[in-house]
């Protein structure tokens, strides 16, 4: 649950109106909607699922329902820098876990959360095709590999700008 | 249609092409478990989702096993529904629901009327294997003022969410997270409190387990009996005395209107009285509202709002005042018989008794959920003091009687204390779906034409189906009247009313499937919905049995208005007796 109060601008809600509008204002459309509004807002806090709610006539319990079953959905903003570590099977057993301890313990945040200046935020997600490299962080879209808990800082200082 | 042939458990059987092996199995009379699945059958509600894999069967060339409650039956299909491989997959996903639920079933408010616990039983569980090694799922209980919410008994059969959303269109309650973590919750996993649930508690009465329950208020009660400083007094809604007797083995449609008086004179409150009381002085002001604005609009006033809706139901009033708030004019101003009897009670009542309003508690015995809330509404008070202290269910009131160690069955019948407690069959009626319409329809009639109702039964007004109409000739005058019972239906009378289309003089909604009679507070149906129907016609059993059927010639009510009201729709009468709505769709607000 989002713990984000965001007062949405008038230019929001006509862009939400609008994809509706795009998809006819049609319930069965409900993910395609979510799915631009994501893209559009970066994620979909609980005012944006409202106003979704009220343009496609579907409860906002429901919409609440699909954004929180669908784990590409998320009800957190995330950070200028998105850092994702790969928690798949190679990059697992070649020591992922600590990578990960790492920079929870340096952003002081959890998996799934976001620093309070909105510049980083924290996934873990399942193999990037990139075994050879184990382990695999990515930040934005650079990626890292053959990372150790020691390199963790260095790679943090590369955004403080 | 076409007919197709198949095999269960070596019986051949013949169904029309599109019935369940579920269906078909019951034609035969197998009964096979399941614990989401349920069909009010009647009221063609039915919950399918094929969640809980306990209907599980072995159809013949089919690798996997089916669930019966969604698999069509196709012709030739030989089908088993007791083979050892069946009996222990069943037996397998038992324990897998029982694995993640709480063991405290010696203290949940459902014991002894569960279905997981049936089930259990039924199956013969008799350990957990690997429970020492299973996590459970915990989740924050919601204590809302009609409606407790106890996830971690939650077995995601599904059936709320389709009551909610299919059936009652109030769409408050949805399934929501995955794996784990899956549950049943408002928006934003918030407190019922700020969704839009109108507390109809229709949830509660089709929920398996101890997930849903009522909020409990006998030990308020109970304190408010045992002081001495306290006049307590007990009102008694219509549908109570058709369905109490079920929670003490009796059949259902028995009337125990005597007993059930019996058993609260014995629980110690000073006065028992009726609400058919206030139903019938409910119908003198909502019966004066609809002729007054009917003969305004008849004359072409266009200030007159016509239809004129009924205000009785509580989950109908939330339903309106959150989602049609723009037709908040439209529904009669007449306060719900509840609330009628509360305000007489503490002003004229306690005026002849010679007590202040704040010695005095109302208690009030309900099949509804939603009247808990009511009574808690600010407007419903004065200075602080609510003009109904405490409202129990009938499961409650069953509860307490059996605390009380009273043996109901075995009551002598006994009467309703004067004067607050005698009523007309009118009164009664307001139990089921379209009684309150025909109630109003007998003493307006009489009033608008001044002449005698040869025929007291309008048949016509009664029934099962979800929305009715029908046309009353008053005289030359035709009224046409709708009825609505079930959120759903209630909607699609008020989208017609909101565009202008809808023709009809009057709408009667009842916000439970059935009316009154099928509240969220009843005893459990557990999908039968022949209870449903045997509790009608008990209502209109009691009804034909009163030797006055017309809410005007109840001589309490003729008197409370001589001496008290003035007249109905006077100044008085509409300072205790009538009300006013709130727009409430700015109240679905995120809270965090």
């Not at chain 2, 007791?82 to 993640?100: G, K, P, Q, W, Y």
């Not at chain 2, 208020?217 to 005395?241: G, S, W």
């Not at chain 2, 019996?262 to 629980?267: G, S, W």
């Not at chain 2, 509202?289 to 008849?298: F, G, I, S």
């Amino acid at each position: 649950m989002s713990s984000i109060k965001i007062e949405l601008r008038n230019e929001d809600v006509d862009f939400i109106k609008a994809t509706c509008s795009k998809f006819n204002s049609d319930p069965q459309e409900l993910i395609n909607v979510l799915h631009s509004c994501q893209e559009h807002f970066g994620y979909l806090p609980a005012e944006v699922q409202e106003v979704v709610s009220g343009h496609l006539n579907v409860p906002v319990a429901k919409v609440y329902g699909v954004v929180t079953f669908y784990s590409f959905f998320t009800m957190t903003p995330k950070g200028k820098h998105p850092i994702s570590i790969c928690m798949g099977t190679a990059c697992y057993v070649r020591g992922a876990e600590k990578v990960l301890e790492e920079f929870r313990k340096e952003l002081k945040i959890q998996v799934g959360g976001t620093t309070s200046d909105n510049k980083f935020s924290l996934s873990s997600l399942r193999c990037v095709g990139a075994c050879g490299l184990a382990p695999v962080v990515l930040v934005g879209d650079k990626t890292y590999g053959r990372v150790a808990p020691d390199d963790i800082k260095g790679i943090l200082k590369e955004y403080e700008k | 249609m076409e007919t197709i042939k198949l095999t269960i458990d070596n019986k051949e059987i013949d169904v029309h092409r599109g019935t369940t092996i579920y269906k078909a199995a019951r034609e035969l009379g197998i009964d096979i478990p399941t614990l989401c699945y349920m069909e009010l059958h009647d009221m063609g509600i039915e919950n399918n989702p094929a969640g809980c894999r306990i209907c599980v069967a072995e159809v013949e060339g089919r690798r996997n096993l089916a669930p019966t409650c969604s698999t069509k039956c196709e012709p030739g299909m030989k089908v088993k529904t007791h083979s050892t491989r069946v009996l222990n997959a069943r037996r397998t996903v038992m324990e897998f629901i029982l694995s993640d639920h709480p063991k405290d079933c010696l203290v949940c408010s459902k014991s002894g009327n569960c279905e997981l616990q049936d089930m259990s039983h039924r199956l013969g569980i008799r350990e957990i294997p690997g429970q020492e090694f299973a996590a459970t799922s915990t989740y924050r209980k919601d204590t809302s003022p009609s409606i407790i919410r106890d996830l971690d008994k939650c077995i995601m059969c599904r059936r709320c969410e389709m009551m909610c959303n299919e059936v009652q269109t109030v769409g408050a309650l949805s399934a929501v997270n995955r794996g784990f973590m899956a549950t049943v919750a408002p928006a934003f996993e918030q407190n019922l409190e700020y969704s839009t649930c109108t507390y109809c508690g229709q949830c509660v009465s089709v929920c398996p387990t101890g997930a849903l329950t009522e909020v409990n208020h006998v030990p308020q009660v109970l304190r408010a009996l045992n002081d001495p400083t306290k006049t307590v007094v007990v009102q008694t809604a219509p549908a109570v005395r058709v369905a109490l007797g079920e929670e003490f083995g009796l059949a259902p449609g028995s009337i125990v209107t005597g007993k059930m008086t019996a058993a609260l004179r014995a629980l110690g409150f000073d006065y028992v009285f009726d609400t058919d009381f206030a139903a019938d002085l409910t119908i003198m002001e909502e019966g004066t509202e609809l002729l007054d604005r009917l003969t305004r609009h008849l004359k072409g006033d266009k200030t007159a709002r016509i239809p004129i809706l009924t205000s009785c139901c509580p989950g109908w009033v939330n339903f309106f005042e959150h989602y049609f708030p723009d037709l908040k004019d439209v529904p009669s101003t007449a306060k719900s018989p509840q609330q009628m009897f509360g305000a007489i009670a503490k002003s004229y009542f306690a005026d002849k008794i010679g007590i202040n309003r704040k010695d005095m508690v109302v208690v009030s015995i309900m099949p509804c959920l939603a009247k808990k809330y009511e009574c808690q509404r600010d407007e419903f008070s004065v200075d602080g003091n609510p003009d109904v202290d405490y409202s129990i269910s009938t499961r409650e009131l069953a509860n307490f009687i059996k605390q009380a160690n009273i043996d109901i069955k075995n009551l002598h019948d006994e009467e309703f204390d004067a004067p607050l407690g005698e009523s007309t069959g009118a009164g009664v009626i307001f139990g089921a779906t379209g009684g309150v319409i025909e109630a109003a329809c007998r003493t307006a009639y009489e009033v608008y034409t001044g002449k005698k109702l040869e025929r007291i039964d309008f048949t016509e007004l009664r029934g099962m189906e979800g929305v009715r109409s029908a046309t009353i000739d008053f005289n030359g005058l035709p009224v046409n009247i709708g009825i609505a019972h079930g959120l759903g239906n209630a909607r699609k009378l008020l989208d017609e009313v909101r565009s202008g289309k809808s023709q009809f003089h009057a709408i009667e909604v009842m916000a439970c499937p059935g009316g009154c009679i099928g509240g969220g507070g009843q005893p459990l149906h557990h999908g039968n919905s022949e209870i449903i129907k045997a509790r009608a016609a008990a209502i209109y059993a009691e009804d034909r049995k009163k030797p006055l059927r017309k809410s005007h010639e109840n001589p309490f009510i003729i008197k409370l208005y001589d001496e008290f009201l003035g007249k109905p729709g006077s100044e008085k009468a509409h300072h205790l007796l009538h009300t006013h709505y709130f727009d409430k769709k700015k109240k679905i607000i995120v809270k965090k």
